[in-house]
């Protein structure tokens, strides 16, 4: 199961998220959860880096099936349309092929 955590501050802004796990709807190669998935989650980091400028931290581990991205500062509103266009899809995804092979969370950090 691929697990995507949301990271929010108390007050409810974004703080990043991480995304980890492999979906296991199919083989290796032919998974179109883990293909849903991964083409989300990089084009909202590219998004970040290359449209809103937005500093972040990135840390990845293909092996593992990982990767993490943490916003340096409070980030601006094209930003925030972006994460919750992340959660959007995610969410889409999660209903579609259930919690078995994706599953969102949030948590306060």
């Known amino acids: 199961m691929t697990r995507i ?14 995304c980890e796990g492999h979906a296991g709807y199919a083989d290796s190669g032919k998974d179109i ?3 849903a998935v991964s083409m ?3 084009n909202t980091i590219n998004s970040f880096e290359e449209i809103t400028k ?4 990135v840390k990845q581990n293909a092996r593992a ?8 500062q409070p980030i601006n509103e094209s930003s925030k349309v972006l994460m ?6 995610l969410r889409q995804v999660e209903k579609q092929y259930g919690q078995k092979y994706c599953k969102l969370t949030f948590e306060e950090v």
Request: proline residues 3%.
């Open 5 to 18: 955590t949301i990271h929010k501050t108390t007050a409810g802004e974004y703080h990043g998220f991480t």
């Open 33 to 35: 959860v883990c293909a």
């Open 40 to 42: 989300l989650v990089i």
């Open 54 to 57: 937005e500093p972040i931290q």
């Open 65 to 72: 099936g990982r990767i993490e991205c943490l916003f340096e």
């Open 84 to 89: 919750d266009s992340l959660v959007l899809g």
